[in-house]
């Protein structure tokens, strides 16, 4: 058998995207408190900001560095390139004013869930997700719903990667029991998250197809335990969320 040989990488490209996701996830940092954190020498951070800070892709307060609005830009960019964006918005604005409760849509890219946008309704529950964070697949009604329609040997792939790691009493650990829990996803159309990834509450996920072999993405509708009876859970909330999935894969054929 042939040996995979891994790709070359270029370190210090390496080094500004480390700059970068850290400047992300802190919104702002001193030389000093990035290289420690990093683990790198200052004189080293500094190169890479004063190139950034040419490029303009960050900005400079006093001995703070932030990120630039060129990232906006740029993320306004990446949803024109989908497509299919402003179909989702619109009928997920919808799904919120109907339901009242929070509603998300979610890609996969790199094995990880993705959110593309995120709205809610008068009684919408307040969680971590935002706009481009990424979060574990198997964890989340989205995510199980976009693995559902995956071939099994990429979904082998990104367990193999990511793991399963666990939220809750609740979550999916075992490699089978999640391989029986997407076939269950498949008989009866969507999927769901009985506080899998965050406890108390619950969710329903339907995915949108680009055609039958491929997954665009995943719609999913979030409630508390607490205002979540079986019926809902069960026939109420599933149909609301693969009707907003379906007018969705229809729309976006067309837009």
Known sequence: MA???????????????????????????????IANELGRAKGTIHCH?????????VIKNGNEYQ???????LGEGVKDR?????????????????SGELVQFATEEHGRAVYLYKTGGERAVQTASSVGKREYLHCLALGKAILA??????VEEIIDQHGL?????????????????????????????KEEKIEGLHCVA????????????????????SRMTGDQF?????????????????NAKYS
């Open 3 to 33: 040996k995979t040989t891994k790709p070359r990488t270029i370190q210090a490209v390496g080094i500004t995207l480390e700059i970068i996701d850290y400047l992300h996830e802190h919104d702002s940092a001193r030389i000093t408190e």
């Open 67 to 73: 990120l630039s609005l060129r990232y906006l830009e």
């Open 82 to 98: 989908l497509g299919f964006y402003d179909v989702v918005t619109d009928e997920l604005d919808e799904l919120a004013e109907e």
């Open 165 to 193: 790691k666990r939220y809750t009493p609740q979550t999916i650990t075992d490699r089978e029991e999640l391989f029986d829990e997407l076939e269950t996803i498949r008989e009866r159309g969507y999927a769901l998250d």
């Open 206 to 225: 339907a995915p949108v197809m680009a055609d039958e072999d491929d997954v665009l993405g995943a719609v999913s509708l979030s409630r508390p335990l």
């Open 49 to 57: 900001l004063a190139t950034l800070l040419e490029k303009e892709h």
């Open 234 to 250: 069960q026939e109420e909330i599933p149909n609301m969320v693969t009707r907003s999935a379906n007018v969705i894969e229809i």
């Open 149 to 154: 329609y995956t071939p099994r040997e990429r």
